[in-house]
C-alpha cells in the first residue's frame, strides 16, 4: 500500500523511478523480475504496468546488449560463468537464431536477463534482438500484471488463479529449456 502511495504522489518520476528499477533488474538478472512485474500491476494497474515494464525491460536488453557488443566475453563473465554461456551451445545455430531467441524469450520460467548477455555475443542485429525479446516476453509481463492488478483491487482469487495458471505453464517452461539445452549438448 504505501508504494501505491508513493507511486500515486509522484506522478511522472515515479513511473520513471519503476522503469529504473526494472532496467536494473535487468542488469542484475540474478533478481527474479515477476516480482517486479506483479509490483507494476498492483502499483500502475496492468496496462500501464505493462507498458512500464516493457520499457524497462527493453531499455535494460539493448544496454546490456551494447556493453557486451563493446567489451565482450569479458563483460559477460562478470555476471555469468564462462562454462554457462559455453552450455547455450543452442544459441551458435546462426540459421535458426531468430526462432530460437524468440522461443526462449516466450517461454515462461527461462533465464531471459541472463540469455541477453548470451546473445550479445551472437551476430544477431539489435533491432532484430529488441524487437523479438520485447515481443516474446508480452505474454509473461502481462500475466505478471495483470494477477498485481487484480490483487491491487482486492480480486484475491483472480490473482491466484493467474499465478496458478502461470506457475504450471512456466514448469513445463523450464522443462522445455532445459530439455533444448541438453540436446544442443
Sequence with gaps: ERFRDWVDSS?????????????????????????????????????????????????????????????????????VSREKIASLRFMRNNK??????FTVFLIPGTPKDLLTYAIGLTPMKPLTFLLISSIARIPSVVSSAVAGGALGVNRIWAAVVIYAVTGVISIIGVLVYRKMSEKSK
Design 96 to 101: 535458426n537464431l531468430n526462432t530460437l531467441v
Design 11 to 79: 506522478g511522472f518520476w515515479g513511473k520513471l523511478a519503476f522503469v529504473g528499477i526494472v532496467v536494473l533488474q535487468v542488469i542484475f538478472a540474478v533478481i527474479p523480475g515477476e516480482p517486479i512485474e506483479f509490483a507494476a500491476g498492483y502499483a500502475f494497474g496492468a496496462v500501464e504496468g505493462t507498458i512500464l515494464c516493457l520499457i524497462g525491460m527493453a531499455a535494460g536488453t539493448m544496454l546490456i546488449f551494447w556493453f557486451v557488443r563493446i567489451f565482450g566475453m569479458k563483460m559477460v563473465e562478470v555476471f
